[in-house]
């Protein structure tokens, strides 16, 4: 599968963007999908993640209740919603996915198969 990152931009803090993480190939609907990011200087960071059903989902804490993860399989389309950005949700934001397990392994960059190019997320203060 390719995956294919969009949405990026720069925005002020308080803001909201929608990334959109496009699969190439059908077969992608039997992915779980993640998200992850890396600023500057920084290793690359877990986000959230979403079973290929969409019936579950999980996110690094500090994104609990301000991005949301969603998918439409007959899309082959990934989301993240984020809102309330922050200056410091500045960075790269990466769609990967996988067909290793779930619960216990999506936080970790290592589990993945395949990568998106990145889309670049600014937060102006």
């Known amino acids: 599968v390719q995956l294919q990152a969009s949405g990026g931009g720069l925005v002020q803090a308080g803001g909201s963007l929608r990334l959109s993480c496009a699969a190439r190939?059908?077969?992608?609907?039997?992915?779980?999908m993640g998200w992850f990011r890396q600023a500057p200087g920084k290793a690359r960071e877990f986000v959230a993640a979403?079973?290929?059903?969409?019936?579950?989902?999980y996110y690094a804490d500090s994104m609990k209740g301000r991005f949301t993860i969603s998918r439409d399989n007959t899309k082959n389309t990934v989301y993240l919603q984020m809102s309330s950005l922050k200056p410091e949700d500045t960075a790269v934001y990466y769609c990967?996915?996988?067909?290793?397990?779930?619960?216990?392994?999506?936080?970790?960059?290592?589990?993945?198969?395949?990568w998106g190019q990145g889309t670049q997320v600014t937060v102006s203060s």
């Open positions: 979403i079973r290929w059903t969409g019936g579950s989902t």
């Open positions: 990967a996915a996988t067909k290793n397990g779930f619960a216990g392994s999506v936080q970790y960059d290592g589990a993945y198969d395949t």
């Open positions: 190939r059908r077969t992608s609907s039997s992915y779980h």
